[in-house]
Nanobody
Framework: QVQLVESGGGLVQAGGSLRLSCAASGRRVSYYAMGWFRHTPGKEREFLAAMPWSGGDTYYEDSVRGRFTISTDNAKNTVYLQMNSLKPEDTAVYYC????????????????WGQGTQVTVSS
């Protein structure tokens, strides 16, 4: 099993930046693919980005490609989501997730989830 704890959310003005962190713990964390989702009430949960823990190809949703960057720090067992040029429509609860198969992220069905962190972008 993998335990995930997000941090770094908050209030930011439009055009600003935030970096979300997700601390991962458990056995063989490096075997997993990691990713980020977000959810706004009344909408479906949205896939944002994913990558293998050890690096390699990264995957992004079109709505955030070029603005958001996913990365991992093996020494800290932490995955990040750097968010730039934030827009009010980026306001949501952001979730970190993990799964042994990266294909489960596009299917919005990774096995492990964090508790979420709120991001609010003011206009």
């Amino acid at each position: 099993q993998v335990q995930l704890v997000e941090s770094g959310g908050g209030l930011v003005q439009a055009g600003g930046s935030l970096r979300l962190s997700c601390a991962a713990s458990g056995r063989r964390v490096s075997y997993y693919a990691m990713g980020w989702f977000r959810h706004t009430p009344g909408k479906e949960r949205e896939f944002l980005a994913a990558m293998p823990w050890s690096g390699g190809d990264t995957y992004y949703e079109d709505s955030v490609r070029g603005r958001f960057t996913i990365s991992t720090d093996n020494a800290k067992n932490t995955v990040y989501l750097q968010m730039n040029s934030l827009k009010p429509e980026d306001t949501a609860v952001y979730y970190c997730a993990a799964d042994l198969s990266i294909s489960n992220f596009r299917a919005k069905a990774p096995a492990y989830w964090g508790q979420g962190t709120q991001v609010t972008v003011s206009s």
